[in-house]
């Protein structure tokens, strides 16, 4: 049985910072990509950022240069750095690993960003 837990949401004011994480225990076999999505109240999920193999990303454009994502030699965990975090980037956030056939989701961690 797979799972994704995450952790490092939280509240936090206009301008500062937070570091989520996804941990996988379990095996995952031929994972090909890991990432982050986020669902703010009455909005679609929506991508954030992704990460491939060999290390290639990919960012939404409101999070480019404000958000940093990483991963584990092993992958076995994926990281989010968000920096200079606004009030829309509040939201629900979920990591998720794409394997051959499967994508494996985190159970997903608030972020508010509030003064």
């Known amino acids: 049985q797979v799972q994704l837990v995450e952790s490092g949401g939280g509240l936090v004011q206009p301008g500062g910072s937070l570091r989520l994480s996804c941990v996988a225990s379990?095996?995952?076999?031929?994972?090909?990509?890991m990432g982050w999505y986020r669902q703010a109240p009455g909005k679609q999920r929506e991508l954030v950022a992704r990460?491939?193999?060999?290390?290639?990303?990919a960012y939404a454009a409101s999070v480019r240069g404000r958000f940093t994502i990483s991963r584990d030699n092993a992958g076995n965990a994926v990281y989010l750095q968000m920096n200079t975090l606004k009030p829309e980037d509040t939201a629900v956030y979920y990591c998720?690993?794409?394997?051959?056939?499967?994508?494996?989701w985190g159970q997903g961690t608030q972020v508010t960003v509030s003064s």
């Open positions: 990460i491939g193999n060999p290390g290639n990303t």
């Open positions: 998720v690993f794409s394997a051959v056939g499967s994508d494996y």
């Open positions: 379990g095996s995952i076999f031929s994972i090909y990509a």
